[in-house]
């Protein structure tokens, strides 16, 4: 039996390594992952996909036609997202607005601590990592919003680290892969750049050179095996989902059948779109291009195939710069790693270490904002006040509402109220809605007639924009509501009814 001075070692070395420096530079990042995202709850997704998974835990079924909207109410609508949907429902239903903000803080933190370990593993120096995850958290943190897309991003991180794991000789790292893309196709569409990661790895292995900066090295016959098997298994995932293989192709399906979604939903457009997210990308992009020029650093096939990728993707729809990102910062850090020391365990003061993460512990923990702060976010971007009033005075008539606010009417006034639209853009886009919607909105010359197609007798509209400003005008409408953010109109018989 070993003496109590035998084990004393050890407990140190375990010691050490839960409070080690490393760790402390990552609960850093954690604390500036949290505070990003300390006000970023409010976004116009989140309050559909709460609605989305309230009905789920209560019916237990998955809908397959529309019942939120009376333009295209029974229309195909299938809930593909279902799993983030639900894992969103769940924290509202514990905890109401504090949960989804825990949630979300979690995530955040969940995030950046994935891409911390994903730079350290590429670049074997925790410091060089944190500098980079640090220098490009401002543009990280962007992304850090409550959706199943969060989850899904999470997702692809662990697929890279599976896969450079096996790359490094840990064979078994990637028998994650199948059962991560089960659950995954059952919550976010991204487990397509999963497979594109997966097939570009796999790829860059087939064949073996060296050719200047440019690296491949082979798979070993066991190895081309094994992947090839999981590649397969991942693939057969991907049809386990309440509505079979047809999830798997709603993703490219979205991608070119929605013009109209993608010429006008900002995340969807070229990066060039989103003005101060290109202005830091530049940044941080032109000192690491010109670093390429000095050092000529050596890239394998898989990361530089997957750095160019994800830069077209970006360029193309601004929602994948986060994915850029990701094949950006293992890449920046390396190049850190020439001049950042690495760490030395010798050197290491866990107890320095405990000392620091535990005041940003606390620290988190007195700035999680209360019901009330949460509540007061959410009223300067939604309709709150206009909410109240509609239920102290219904209006039981087809009425029109802002594209940003439907999924919040879902979620605070269904079943009694069916929206005009919410942020499900494909269902109203293959419907003829949305075009229809854009035009009311920026007071096409045939408003009235389209008005008129949908028997439109309220509207729930930002305050000053131009059709609130133009149907004010209007001797048969009137507004009956108004606040800083919203403005309620409805025709005047009815609003003489309502007084």
């Not at 120096?125 to 850090?144: E, G, H, M, R």
């Not at 662990?158 to 089960?182: S, Y």
């Not at 293959?430 to 008129?452: F, H, K, N, T």
């Amino acid at each position: 039996m070993p003496t109590p001075t035998d084990r004393t070692p050890g407990t140190k070395t375990i010691f050490g390594k839960v409070f080690s420096f490393p760790v402390m530079l990552g609960m850093f990042l954690v604390a500036g992952a949290v505070l990003t995202s300390r006000y970023r709850l409010p976004d116009p997704d989140l309050w559909n996909h709460i609605a989305i998974g309230r009905e789920i835990l209560a019916t237990h079924t998955w809908s397959s036609t529309d019942h939120y909207s009376f333009t295209a109410n029974g229309n195909e609508s299938m809930v593909f997202e279902w799993m983030g949907s639900l894992a969103i429902a769940l924290a509202e239903r514990v905890a109401g607005l504090r949960g989804l903000m825990g949630l979300l803080m979690g995530l955040s933190a969940l995030q950046i601590l994935l891409i911390y370990y994903w730079a350290n593993q590429r670049c074997r120096n925790s410091k060089a990592a944190f500098v980079a995850c640090l220098l490009t958290l401002p543009l990280v943190a962007a992304f850090f919003t409550l959706r199943p897309q969060l989850i899904g991003f999470s997702f692809l991180l662990i697929t890279l680290i599976c896969l450079e794991r096996f790359r490094q000789g840990h064979h078994r790292a990637v028998w994650l892969l199948p059962p991560l893309f089960l659950v995954w196709v059952n919550t976010h569409g991204s487990f397509m750049l999963g497979l594109l990661a997966v097939g570009l790895y796999f790829a860059s292995g087939l064949v073996g050179f060296r050719w200047g900066g440019l690296t491949a090295v082979p798979w070993t016959p066991h190895e081309r095996l094994r992947l090839e098997v999981v590649s397969l298994l991942s693939m057969l995932a991907l049809t386990v989902t309440p509505y079979g293989t047809r999830v798997a192709g709603d993703t490219l399906h979205v991608l070119f059948n929605a013009p109209i979604g993608m010429s006008n939903i900002t995340e969807y457009q070229p990066l060039g779109a989103t003005g101060a997210e290109l202005q830091i990308l530049l940044v941080l992009l032109l000192p690491f291009l010109l670093a390429q020029l000095v050092y000529r650093p050596v890239y394998r096939l898989d990361e530089l195939a997957f750095l160019v990728a994800t830069l077209y993707g970006a360029c193309v729809h601004s929602r994948l710069l986060f994915v850029f990102m990701l094949a950006l910062i293992p890449l920046a850090a390396k190049l850190l790693a020439r001049w950042v020391p690495p760490y030395e365990p010798g050197k290491d003061r866990p107890g320095l270490n405990l000392a620091m993460i535990a005041l940003l512990g606390f620290a988190l923990f007195r700035i999680f904002p209360s019901t009330t702060e949460i509540r007061k976010d959410v009223a300067e971007e939604f309709p709150a006040q206009a909410v109240a009033y509609l239920r102290q005075h219904p209006i039981n008539v087809p009425m029109l509402n802002d594209y940003g606010w439907g999924g919040y009417l879902n979620w605070t006034l269904q079943p009694e109220h069916k929206v005009f639209i919410d942020g499900r853009s494909q269902l109203y886009e293959e419907a003829g809605v949305y075009g229809d919607y854009l035009r009311i909105m920026s007071v096409d010359p045939q408003v009235q007639v389209l008005m008129r197609k949908y028997n439109l007798q309220a509207c729930l509209i930002l305050r000053n924009s131009p059709l609130e400003t133009f149907l004010a005008a209007q001797p048969d409408w009137q507004r009956v509501y108004s606040d800083k953010l919203s403005a309620i109109l409805v025709r005047r018989p009815l609003a003489v009814s309502n007084r």
